[in-house]
């Protein structure tokens, strides 16, 4: 009785609020599910809310990376993203929001130039310092250093591949010679080049002005040779090219600041070439730090310009070395007797310090310094079309249009039958014809032209004009003898035969002309000394000593015959003593040092021969060395790179040369890795490595190196039946029971509505609605951590709800908490060991309006593995 007093009291204050109130009544209001919503609003007196803003919601330990990126709540809006794992993984929202997907990123890649990889605590391994990598040695970007004491290699700024070249002048035998750096220079890996050799020790140690002139001069120039190359190594090493050292001083800063020059030629690409105006010693500095891959002389130039400014030469010298105080004479050396026939093609003459080529009659000199045969006379004058050649019109060469003949020494041009002649427009040498037209004749008409009635022919007044089809011919009326010609006129005149182009009489013999005729006379013929008359008696012809055994040449000599005499000459590669009267041998690598072979020259007798160091082959010039390719014996095991007089053995990718330099061992990447190279497992193969994945559950993303996940669901590869629902977990799926119960029809696939109640306590105690839901947790996520958040929707003011846990949470891993009035959020407050799956049915009783509503959600969760 007390009970159904309190339930009618109940019902009278619940209809005095909904009098009272005037609220809307919404309770068969089926509001449509806001997909992928992060903020809603309710209007006033509307009973479903709308959606502001779409996006998605962090999960699991990702939520705090989340918030701690500045989203609210865990709430990122559509398009928007945020980095987890220090920076690894980047998870983001896609558009039209949904569930955050996270990507790995993988490290860059480490230049090839890096030799000190840094490892942070976390995040990807930087490049601490680039360098080159030489064996199993590192050197530092910038670093220059002697391979070897003739060898001076260099690692560029940007680091890569040392760039090596033997040191000018340098005997790798042990003779003291010019070298680009100081021998003393430390070439340890890792280190920078020396300091300068110390000035001090480059003076001299005696007073310098006591020491006799020639000495002074030699002393001054090796002074300035050794300074100039300590200028050279300050410019290779960076320093600044300035000196306080009076004396030598200037060959210091001249060599450095010129090698700086060279040196920024190089790194800019451009050619090395020196301008004309530098001095010898510049240019010389210019080109050999330019100039990485040739060998030069330091200081040839040098010496050769200081004895054309008079430095005494020791082997010039009279009373021995340093005695001599007068200015050296340099005596003109003839060139075209030391090369003989080697410089010009025909003629070389000698000239003042150098020597000129010169042809032979009816040759000309071409640009090319080649000699070409010339024109004769009657073909340059044919050439030019003149008329005052009268040997055209009898060779064939014809000047005129039409017709030619000689008359008076000059050429006299005549048209054929139907043409005349006439003056030329553009020329005055060559005459052309043209057609006469009569003004009684037309063009029109075919009829042939009586050029001897219409008096236009061109015969004498010897000689009658007989017309022909299209012209007309000129018979002479008096036929002239043997010996005479006609004039214009047809008179006979007698002919000179010794005038014309071919010579009747024989060489040795004078024409005489006669009338009708002419006679031969011999002519009287004296020769010079060394010549002889031919046997025609014609001309002097050479008399040949050297070939008739005619001279007095001695042994050893050669014989050359010359016009009318002849001359003895040393063989090549001797020279003529006139002390001893005799050919002696010439050493050649002492009177051309540095000229005649590119490396080693070996003096032989009368000659001398060019040979190379190790690493490279004689030319096929007989004077330059040429680079010996050692890979194509294949001495390495995998990878051979040539170099200039050596070679270098490389691995492939995934090994490591061994210390025989030759050979090659595989890397086990997968021990000697500083970071992780694979997430799930690593396997080490021949050269390389590679990834693997668990053998169910995930496949081997693009990248190779992370595991993803197979969604069974997806791709249809699930064992569930047909009334059961496929879920995708992490490593593998679930096959779910989403039946509804009695009393409980399907609304929709994960929820049921309830058909009915028995009496009025059973609606307010059994849900009006159960919906399922699953979710995927990892095993390390951080707890607690909210999984669920269940409330009203829409809801109103006066709601409250009451939120429990019914079944499912023996072991006490989830919680409840109350957020709002009308707002209750599931926890899970602490860790599974291991994976695993709950089934929690969660409880919430809605007060509404004086009245209890029950829902219910049954949710699945999985606890799966960490990720891979």
């Excluded at 009658?464 to 012209?471: F, P, Q």
């Excluded at 001797?574 to 540095?594: I, K, L």
């Excluded at 004689?618 to 070679?647: F, I, R």
């Excluded at 006066?798 to 939120?803: A, E």
Aim: charged letters at 20%.
């Amino acid at each position: 009785m007390d009970i159904q007093r309190v339930a009618l009291c109940l019902s009278c204050v619940i209809l005095y609020l909904d009098i009272s109130l005037s609220q809307k009544d919404c309770t068969r209001v089926d509001c449509p599910v806001l997909q992928n919503c992060i903020e809603e609003v309710l209007e006033v007196g509307a009973c479903c809310a709308t959606c502001v803003h779409k996006g998605c919601t962090c999960e699991g330990y990702q939520y705090y990376d989340c918030v701690n990126a500045g989203f609210r709540k865990g709430k990122v809006p559509q398009g928007e993203s945020y980095f987890v794992d220090f920076g690894s993984t980047e998870c983001s929202c896609p558009r039209g929001g949904g569930r955050i997907s996270c990507q790995f990123i993988p490290c860059p890649d480490l230049p090839s130039n890096c030799i000190d990889i840094r490892q942070p605590a976390d995040g990807c391994p930087q490049c601490g310092r680039i360098g080159c990598v030489h064996g199993n040695d590192k050197y530092k970007a910038g670093h220059r250093f002697h391979m070897d004491p003739c060898q001076m290699c260099h690692c560029p700024n940007d680091g890569g591949h040392l760039v090596c070249s033997p040191v000018p002048g340098c005997n790798p035998h042990g003779s003291k010679k010019t070298m680009l750096t100081p021998p003393t220079e430390n070439n340890e890996p890792l280190r920078g080049v020396s300091h300068l050799p110390d000035n001090t020790q480059t003076r001299p140690r005696e007073p310098f002005s006591k020491l006799p002139t020639a000495q002074k001069q030699c002393c001054l120039g090796a002074l300035r040779q050794q300074r100039c190359l300590a200028g050279l190594t300050a410019a290779t090493s960076g320093a600044v090219c300035e000196d306080s050292d009076e004396c030598g001083g200037d060959a210091y800063t001249e060599c450095c600041g010129c090698c700086s020059l060279g040196l920024r030629l190089l790194s800019e690409g451009q050619r090395c070439e020196a301008p004309p105006y530098l001095g010898p010693r510049c240019r010389q500095s210019l080109l050999t730090c330019c100039r990485a891959e040739e060998a030069f002389s330091i200081g040839e130039e040098e010496e050769e310009e200081e004895q054309r400014q008079g430095v005494p030469d020791e082997e010039n010298t009279a009373e021995g070395p340093f005695q001599v105080e007068h200015p050296f004479q340099v005596e003109d050396m003839d060139e075209c007797a030391v090369y003989q026939d080697s410089l010009c093609p025909q003629r070389c003459v000698n000239t003042p310090g150098s020597f000129r080529c010169e042809c032979f009659a009816g040759f000309s000199l071409q640009q090319d310094n080649t000699c070409k045969p010339g024109m004769t006379r009657t073909e340059v004058c044919c050439s030019l079309r003149l008329t005052t050649c009268v040997c055209c019109c009898l060779s064939g060469h014809n000047p005129c249009a039409q017709q030619c003949r000689p008359v008076g020494g000059r050429v006299q041009c005549s048209c054929g039958r139907g043409f005349s002649l006439r003056a030329d427009g553009n020329t005055k040498h060559v005459a052309f014809c043209k057609l006469p037209i009569p003004s009684t004749f037309s063009f029109s008409s075919s009829a042939d032209v009586n050029e001897c009635l219409v008096q236009s022919h061109t015969c004498g007044l010897g000689f009658d004009c007989l017309n022909t089809e299209g012209s007309f011919r000129c018979t002479a009326r008096t036929q002239c003898s043997t010996g005479f010609g006609q004039d214009a006129q047809g008179n006979c005149i007698d002919i000179d035969e010794c005038m014309g182009l071919s010579q009747p009489c024989s060489p040795g013999f004078t024409c005489l002309n006669t009338v009708g005729s002419y006679t031969c006379q011999r002519k009287m013929l004296i020769c010079s000394r060394g010549y002889h008359a031919s046997p025609d008696g014609a001309s002097c012809i050479d008399v040949d000593e050297c070939q008739n055994n005619l001279h007095r040449c001695g042994d050893g000599q050669l014989c050359n015959n010359l016009p009318g005499s002849y001359r003895c000459d040393c063989q090549p590669g001797y020279q003529y003593d006139s002390y001893r009267r005799t050919c002696v041998d010439v050493n050649e690598c002492w009177r051309y040092p540095g000229r005649l072979c590119a490396q080693t020259c070996d003096n032989t007798p009368g000659s001398y021969q060019c040979s190379c160091t190790t690493g490279f082959l004689l030319a096929s010039d007989g004077k330059n060395c040429e680079d010996v390719n050692e890979c194509l014996a294949n001495p390495c095991g995998q990878e051979c790179a040539n170099m200039y007089g050596s070679y270098q053995c490389y691995c492939k990718q995934g090994y490591h040369l061994r210390e025989d330099g030759h050979t090659c061992e595989d890397i086990d990447e997968c021990a000697q890795s500083v970071g992780h190279l694979c997430t799930y497992k690593c396997v080490n193969v021949p050269g390389s490595y590679q990834c693997a994945c668990p053998e169910h559950g995930y496949s081997m993303a693009p990248n190779g190196r992370s595991c993803r996940d197979i969604d069974e669901c997806a791709i249809g590869a699930h064992n569930c039946s047909l009334e059961q629902t496929c879920y995708n977990i992490q490593g593998g799926h679930r096959c779910l029971d989403l039946s509804c119960p009695p009393n409980y029809r399907k609304a929709a696939d994960t929820r049921c509505e309830r058909t009915g109640c028995p009496n009025h306590l059973d609606c307010q105690t059994t849900p009006l609605r159960i919906t399922y839901y699953y979710l995927s947790f990892q095993s390390n996520i951080l707890v607690p951590a909210q999984i669920f958040r269940i409330g009203p929707s829409p809801a109103y003011t006066g709601d409250n709800v009451i939120v429990t846990i019914t079944r499912g949470n023996d072991e006490n891993y989830f919680s409840t908490r109350k957020l709002t009035a009308y707002t209750g959020a599931v926890y899970l407050q602490r860790q599974a060991p291991s994976p695993q799956d709950f089934l929690i049915e969660v409880e919430m009783k809605l007060w509404r309006q004086g009245t209890f509503t029950t829902f219910q959600a049954r949710i699945y969760v999985f606890i799966t593995g960490n990720p891979l």
